[in-house]
């Protein structure tokens, strides 16, 4: 299974962008890049998947290095609601969860 | 809602009783799977079922056992419960293939005392 690198925790202003990397080095040519976020008390919610180009939904974007090595999940706008741990999971067929990146939004 | 729905939402189990939990999706999709994940950890998978008739160990299913019953529900049983067992199970499913995404349960937040 590929590994995956995040950031513990990172802050945000309210209604900022939000940019969160992620490293997947070892990422399989075939695997898609999952994201997901957990809100407190909460199952885990899907974000966005992607496996080459960039990724739009009205959720959040993704933006997938050319390598594949890493990517970046954007939050456009945040809002307190967005304050969750995000995780990024190169998967195939199961997801694997790793540590993920506490995200907190400051009002 | 469409979605994964689990009961129940709470339990507390003394040690060595047994209980089974309960999961069941209306979006027909084919792949279950069960996960746990204690306080402040990710998800750990237990068993998944790529398809209906099927089952398969996941990273830590010592300890649990699980039945597909039907394309719509996936239950997790604990024969033994000891107090390890204490987390937060969660049923997630999804159709085959990578296009798509996964739907996770709200919980089932389990003691073991």
């Known amino acids: 299974d590929a590994k995956t690198t995040q950031p513990n925790s990172m802050e945000s202003n309210e209604e900022e962008p939000v940019h969160l990397p992620c490293n997947h080095s070892?990422?399989?040519?075939?695997?898609?890049i999952h994201w997901y976020r957990q809100l407190p008390s909460q199952g885990p919610e899907y974000v966005i998947h992607g496996l080459t180009s960039n990724v739009n939904n009205r959720m959040a974007s993704l933006a997938i290095a050319e390598d594949r090595k890493s990517s970046t999940l954007i939050l456009h706008r945040a809002t307190l609601r967005d304050a969750a741990v995000y995780y990024c999971?190169?998967?195939?067929?199961?997801?694997?969860f790793g540590g993920g990146t506490r995200l907190m939004v400051k009002p | 809602n469409a979605g994964v729905t689990q009961t129940p939402k709470f339990q507390v189990l003394k040690t060595g009783q047994s209980m089974t939990l309960q999961c069941a999706q209306d979006?027909?999709?084919?792949?279950m799977y069960w996960y746990r994940q204690d306080p402040g950890m990710g998800l750990r998978l237990i068993y998944y079922s790529a398809s209906e008739g099927t089952t398969d160990k996941g990273e830590v299913p010592n300890g649990y056992n699980v039945s597909r019953l039907n394309k719509r529900e996936f239950s997790l049983r604990l024969e033994s419960a000891a107090p390890s067992q204490t987390s937060v199970y969660f049923c997630?499913?999804?159709?085959?293939?990578?296009?798509?995404?996964?739907?996770f349960g709200s919980g089932t937040r389990l003691t073991v005392v």
């Open positions: 070892t990422i399989s040519g075939t695997d898609y």
């Open positions: 997630a499913s999804r159709n085959p293939g990578q296009l798509y995404g996964y739907t």
């Open positions: 999971i190169p998967a195939g067929n199961m997801l694997t």
């Open positions: 979006m027909n999709h084919n792949s």
